[in-house]
């Protein structure tokens, strides 16, 4: 199948601890996401990498840090968590159709932090 | 500062009949608009885009309204089918990138 997956899909974890989701696509395409939809159901983009390089970092803090190994995939680790992260975490790759960019989600992995 | 807003959170219609979902954006050097549907326990699909250029995108029974004037878009279904129910996702891109995200609109299709 070819897709964006993203592990694990639930996470429960206690304030303070460090964790991280791992995403992987078998699309080909060059640019990356990490997406954050919160308690209100905003998506709001986290990260943008192209071909491993940082292209994006909005006002996210510093104790979330991508890691590009390939251009297939994007990994999220969260450090020194805190409840207010908990949220749905969607990793995303693109590709320009017909002049759009075009993103890929996958599931989604759910952080709940107690 | 949300620069894509879609100020209804759900709508709910009759099968067979239209749907419209709308969407307003405030930053006009967007220059490509997307809606995406999103079913439970899923990521976001995407289902049909719109250039700046265009006023009006069709595919299938799907057709996207663009009025750069007002700002403002709407997604258009019809006939509308039970399995159209889901939430709604609009965005808008500039040069392509960093896509913004609407809070989405949840369609409930009635049989």
């Known amino acids: 199948d070819t897709a964006v997956s993203q592990t694990p899909k639930y996470l429960v974890t206690q304030m303070g601890n460090d964790k991280s989701i791992k995403c992987e696509q078998n699309?080909?395409?060059?640019?990356m996401y990490w997406y954050k939809q919160d308690s209100k159901k905003f998506l709001k983009i986290m990260f943008s990498?192209?071909?491993?390089?940082?292209?994006i970092n909005e006002t996210v803090p510093n104790r979330f840090s991508p890691k590009s190994p390939d251009k297939a995939h994007l990994n999220l680790h969260i450090n020194s968590l805190e409840l207010g992260d908990s949220a749905v975490y969607f990793c995303?790759?693109?590709?320009?159709?017909?002049?759009?960019?075009?993103?890929?989600f996958g599931a989604g992995s759910r952080l709940t932090v107690l | 500062d949300q620069q894509v807003k879609q100020n209804s959170p759900s709508l709910s219609v009759q099968e067979g009949r239209i749907s419209i979902l709308n969407c307003d954006y405030t930053n006009s050097m967007f220059d490509y608009f997307l809606w995406y549907k999103k079913y439970p326990a899923e990521g976001p699909t995407f289902l049909i885009s719109?250039?700046?250029?265009?006023d009006k995108n069709e595919d299938g029974r799907f057709t996207v309204f663009l009025n750069k004037s007002a700002k403002h878009l709407s997604l258009h279904i019809v006939p509308s089918q039970p399995g159209d129910s889901a939430v709604y996702f609009c965005a808008a891109s500039q040069n392509n990138n960093d896509m913004r995200f609407g809070a989405g609109t949840r369609l409930t299709v009635k049989p």
């Open positions: 990498y192209n071909n491993k390089e940082l292209i």
């Open positions: 995303a790759s693109s590709q320009v159709s017909s002049g759009a960019n075009v993103l890929t």
């Open positions: 719109i250039s700046s250029i265009k």
């Open positions: 699309l080909g395409h060059d640019t």
